[in-house]
């Protein structure tokens, strides 16, 4: 089935990189979406939901833990799977994102074997 | 307090891992230890609070900046890379290396509160916060005789 995918984060850069690394791990989307926010997220979000949505933490003005929370609250997206892509490695936020609604982790630096692993299992 | 050398094993084995990984850079003992970074270069900075506080610093020549963002994004021209993209990048790498050095001292230092990274260009450019601060520093080779600065400056937090 085809599947959509956005990715949150407020650098360009690691946006691109993601993108690569997906690319790089054999996995395919029939639409990617982008936000360097968590306002544009949702908006996006808003007008067409995705099924898996990669969100970075460490993001200024709206946090991803807050993003979480509010993505949470929409009804259209609650078939959505939220994997966190952040350099946050401590088990308290972890536990705390995943109480909110998160479905899974990834910490950076990564590997396409990383994406292949924690998206594999959202693709059929 | 932990103990400087722990600290800078941590910022080098962290550094490495983020630059073989995400950058696709080895980085090696500087050959020649003396050499400095010469004319501008760019700074990325990211600063921690809680049992210990301070910040991590990265710094490099302004060509060496723009090839670590032409790994990053894909390009095969860094001279085309416009100074955004190089901060942006050079963020994103403060972040991670960050991120990677906190996950080996963690069990020393319990959790560390990091902030957003900044990345400024000029002349002369060194981080500093103060006195009382205990100062890591690790240069290394990353190639095209091209040298990376990385400091970790800290002091006993509130907590
Ligand atoms: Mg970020």
Redesign the interface.
Same mark, same amino acid.
């Given at each position: 089935m085809a599947k959509s995918l956005m990715i949150v984060d407020?650098?360009? +850069?690691?946006r691109?990189?993601i993108m690569?690394t997906i690319r790089m791990s054999g996995l395919e989307f029939d639409r990617t979406e982008e936000a360097g926010n968590g306002v544009e997220a949702l908006e996006k979000l808003n007008a067409a939901p995705v099924d898996i949505m990669l969100c970075d933490i460490?993001?200024?003005e709206m946090s991803g833990t807050e993003v979480v929370r509010k993505v949470r609250e929409l009804s259209s997206c609650s078939e959505t799977k939220i994997i966190m892509v952040? +350099?946050?490695?401590?088990q308290?936020v972890m536990d705390s994102v995943m109480a909110d609604g998160a479905n899974g982790f990834i910490?950076?630096?990564? +590997?396409p074997e990383k994406f292949q692993e924690k998206l594999s299992p959202y693709m059929n | 307090m932990i103990d400087e050398i722990c600290f800078s094993a941590a910022l080098l084995e962290g550094a490495k891992e983020v630059f073989e990984t995400m950058i696709f850079m080895d980085l090696e003992e500087p050959s020649e230890p003396d050499e400095q970074i010469e004319g501008d270069s760019f700074l990325g900075s990211i600063t921690f609070t809680n049992s210990i506080e301070g910040c991590l610093a990265i710094r490099c020549s302004v060509p060496c900046a723009k090839n670590i963002a032409a790994n990053m994004l894909g390009i095969d021209t860094p001279e085309e890379v416009n100074e955004e993209e190089v901060c942006d990048a050079l963020g994103e790498v403060t972040n991670m290396v960050m991120g990677s050095v906190k996950s080996r001292i963690q069990t020393e230092t319990g959790e560390l509160l990091v902030s957003i990274p900044t990345v400024i260009h000029g002349q002369n450019l060194a981080s500093s916060l103060g006195n009382r601060m205990s100062k890591v520093f690790v240069k290394v080779d990353a190639g095209d005789e091209e040298i990376i600065e990385f400091s970790f400056l800290y002091r006993e937090g509130d907590k």
């Open positions: 407020d650098s360009a +850069t690691m691109k990189i690569r460490n993001m200024p952040s +350099t946050e490695s401590s308290d910490a950076k630096p990564f +590997t | -």
